[in-house]
């Protein structure tokens, strides 16, 4: 694994890919790559192919450029940016959900502005330099150093772009029982784990809308948003 030349950071590779096209071995930690193939296995479908309603809110005042969809899962977002004319590169490390997207662009007609991608991200990242990178939900309850896979997501971002960072505020309604106690870094908290110069950076966004969202259940509840949003200075 080299280092990349211009951010030093051992992830940021240029080949994640042999020669089959099969991501090394050792560029994917099995423990997580099986915890998220099994959960995607669970359903035919796991999300609801609909794109993320803050990452619309704030996508729909851009023009449309290159984005890097991180933790794309199956693909409803990065379809939605395509449709828009996003040329979108969308990555994950569970291939069922790459699969799913990738079929679900074909038949959305805009497989040609996506290019999916499997990585580890905690192992490799993408290269190349984004008008938009998007980490919706890119959360995990396995050991994730997040705060270095958020740190790569900032410097994947091209001059005059943006970061947009959103996570869960709070466990859901219909899943606060199997976790009372997780607490989600606020806003403020991962803008600072981000260690951002200030100035080269702009903060757009820092909030925690609320939304209603329906349960696996089917019961509606309130969704807490925590958003971060923050442009690279041209
Ligand atoms: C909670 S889901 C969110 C999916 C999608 N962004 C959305 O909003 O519907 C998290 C996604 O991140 C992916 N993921 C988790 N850990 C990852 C890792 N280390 N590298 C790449 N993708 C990862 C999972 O496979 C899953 O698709």
């Not at 030349?5 to 240029?14: I, L, Q, S, Y």
């Not at 005059?160 to 960072?165: K, P, T």
């Amino acid at each position: 694994m080299h280092q990349d030349a211009t951010t030093g950071d051992p992830r940021h590779e240029d080949a994640t890919t042999s020669v089959a096209g099969e991501p090394r071995h050792r560029d994917v930690d099995e423990e997580t790559a099986q915890y998220w193939e099994e959960l995607y296995q669970k359903r035919d479908r796991y999300w609801s192919g609909r794109a993320n309603p803050v990452l619309v809110d704030v996508v729909g005042s851009l023009p449309a450029g290159t984005v890097l969809d991180l933790g794309c899962g199956e693909g409803g977002d990065a379809i939605w940016l395509a449709g828009r004319g996003w040329r979108v590169t969308a990555v994950d490390v569970a291939q069922t959900a790459l699969d799913r997207a990738s079929a679900a662009a074909a038949t959305a007609g805009v497989a040609a502005g996506i290019e999916f991608r499997r990585h580890d991200l905690t192992r490799t990242f993408p290269p190349g330099e984004f008008d938009l990178v998007s980490a919706q939900f890119l959360q995990s309850p396995l050991e994730f150093p997040r705060a270095e896979v958020l740190r790569s997501a900032a410097r994947a971002v091209a001059p005059g772009g943006r970061l947009l960072v959103v996570e869960h505020g709070e466990v859901p309604p219909w899943g606060r029982h199997a976790h009372p106690d997780v607490r989600f870094p606020t806003p403020q908290e991962t803008l600072a784990e981000l260690d951002l110069d200030p100035e080269r950076w702009v903060t757009e966004r820092l909030d925690a809308p609320r939304r209603q969202a329906t349960g696996p259940d089917g019961h509606v509840g309130t969704l807490v948003d925590h958003v971060v949003l923050v442009r690279r200075r041209p």
